[in-house]
């Protein structure tokens, strides 16, 4: 991961001094062990600040909106996919950013660290290649890096960049997996488990709407939860009203979806906000033969018709 840092910044340094960046989006060093956060640079003092490694899991491209000029920013598999549907939805111009991609292996859930740790205090993170030692007040714990992935990065098959300008490092195998079996285990269940699973997981949601924070393609000025007039869904935290949101939510993100964990990462509950958006994901590829994010040519299946398109769900009764 260091060669990976130190690559990125002589890109970046590259990209700023030539004029061709007025900003790198990227990630520095966080105030904790085990965390990574984003930050802007924009001149080439700062290039020095910008890491790479198993923490700097946010997804990028939820800065590109409101970034002004030229945009240089870094971008694993999943932050490029989102890139293409940004692009696709008109938010923002190819011209106007410079992808420099990374492939990723997969990002470390500090939590789970944190939990096999037991609460002991953790000061220090090395990289030991497939394993984190983490030592800290009376811990010294070396951790298999693939065991302590997050849920999306387990099942993700596009760990390389689908789109980049400049290509740091060499590009990762990808997983040979049936990414959705989670959803077809889930699909499995009987019809009262999987409602007493989705009820008892929104029931614990607050309503602080972190997680449409965190979308990359939330992009809405005005969300349909804070549209008054007419007033679509309250504002409690009741089952209906919460259900709601969450169905409405995963509905608007169907073929859109990048599966890059940006919601449950963000969520301060834990609520597993990823079994709707999966679902809708898993059925957008089933009826449509469509992925989200990996063709920057190919219009998204729910904005366009064709003759030929499924029907089936409108049978299903």
């Not at 300008?165 to 699909?187: A, K, P, R, Y």
């Not at 301060?268 to 958006?277: A, S, Y």
Request: proline share 3%; aromatic share 6%.
């Amino acid at each position: 991961m260091a060669d990976l840092s130190s690559s990125i910044r002589e890109e970046a340094k590259k990209l700023l001094k030539k004029g061709e960046a007025d900003v790198i989006i990227g990630f520095e060093k966080g105030s904790l062990p085990l965390c990574a956060t984003p930050c802007f640079i924009r001149n080439e003092a700062d290039v020095e600040k910008l890491i790479w490694n198993e923490f700097c899991g946010n997804n990028l491209s939820r800065y590109l909106i409101k970034a002004k000029g030229k945009v240089g920013i870094i971008a694993k598999g999943c932050d490029t996919r989102a890139i293409v549907e940004l692009i696709k939805e008109k938010q923002v111009q190819r011209e106007q950013i410079v992808i420099i991609g990374v492939p990723c292996e997969g990002m470390v859930d500090r939590k789970q660290i944190m939990m096999r740790c037991q609460g002991n205090k953790i000061t220090n993170v090395e990289d030991r290649d497939e394993r984190l030692l983490i030592t800290g007040d009376l811990l010294n714990v070396a951790v298999k890096k693939d065991e302590c992935l997050y849920p999306g990065c387990q099942v993700c098959t596009n760990r390389n960049p689908v789109m980049y300008d400049v290509l740091i490092g060499s590009t990762s195998e990808e997983q040979q997996t049936d990414e959705f079996t989670d959803v077809t285990n889930f699909d499995g269940k009987s019809s009262e488990e999987r409602w007493e699973y989705i009820t008892h997981e929104i029931s614990k949601c607050i309503r602080c709407y972190a997680c449409r924070n965190a979308c990359p393609l939330c992009y809405c000025k005005e969300c349909f939860v804070d549209t008054t007039q007419p007033q679509w869904v309250g504002k409690t935290t009741g089952q209906t009203d919460t259900l709601l949101f969450h169905i409405m939510r995963s509905i608007h993100l169907a073929g859109r979806c990048v599966e890059c964990g940006a919601c449950e990462r963000a969520c301060p509950v834990t609520v597993d906000i990823r079994k709707l958006n999966r679902k809708m994901s898993a059925d957008v590829k089933k009826l449509f033969d469509y992925k989200t994010g990996l063709d920057i040519d190919q219009p998204a299946p729910l904005s366009t018709f064709k003759p030929d398109d499924s029907e089936e769900f409108m049978l299903d009764i």
